[in-house]
């Protein structure tokens, strides 16, 4: 039987890297997997999420055919490896960091994915941005402005078939809700 495309969704900042690198090691142990994504973002602002790499270089693997979904955003463009469909057709779960913005174009390629929004309190969703510190004070500004009008458009458009999964809280809490989710279905993970 096919895997299941899972597509995290939330805000710049909403805590999506957080999550899939602290349930990691427990999402392998139910056979999903998570996707290393492709971004024109410099080699030491990425890590085991990402492999970095140019414009010119990504826009070779683009024409290659080496994306299964790719997008541009923020000024940067992102890459899902086709290897996915691979796994997908193993019969492996596949869990994808993807876009807001790129949304419809997945759920017409993946149109059985499982889709979770990430929220967090705009409040404290500001907060952590200037914490992480990754951004300066203006591309901050413009990841806020890029939530405040998706979040409303998102809920009204999707809502069903659209999880969401709180991160205003703790850190944990969001893992084992992610992980119940997936095990049980959200409706058992309120
Ligand atoms: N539940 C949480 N509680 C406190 N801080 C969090 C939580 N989730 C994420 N963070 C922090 O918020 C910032 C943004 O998280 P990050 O995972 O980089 O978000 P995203 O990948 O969605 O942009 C990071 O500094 C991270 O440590
Ligand atoms: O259409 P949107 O939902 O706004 O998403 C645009 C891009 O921003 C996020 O990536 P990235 O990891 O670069 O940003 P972040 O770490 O600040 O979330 C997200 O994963 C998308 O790739």
Known sequence: M????IYLIGPSGSGKDSLLDA???????RGCRVVRRVITRSAEAVGEAAQGVSPEQFA????EGAFALSWQANGLSYGIPKEIDEWLAAGDDVLVNGSRAHLAQTRARYPTSLVLLLTV????LRQRLIARGREALADIEARLARNTRFTAELIAGHGAGLFILDNSGPLE???ERLLCCLDHGHSACA
């Open 2 to 5: 096919a895997g299941r495309l």
């Open 23 to 29: 349930a990691r090691p427990r999402l392998a142990e």
């Open 60 to 63: 070779a693997l683009q024409a």
């Open 121 to 124: 309190d705009q409040a404290v």
């Open 173 to 175: 809490q969001t893992v």
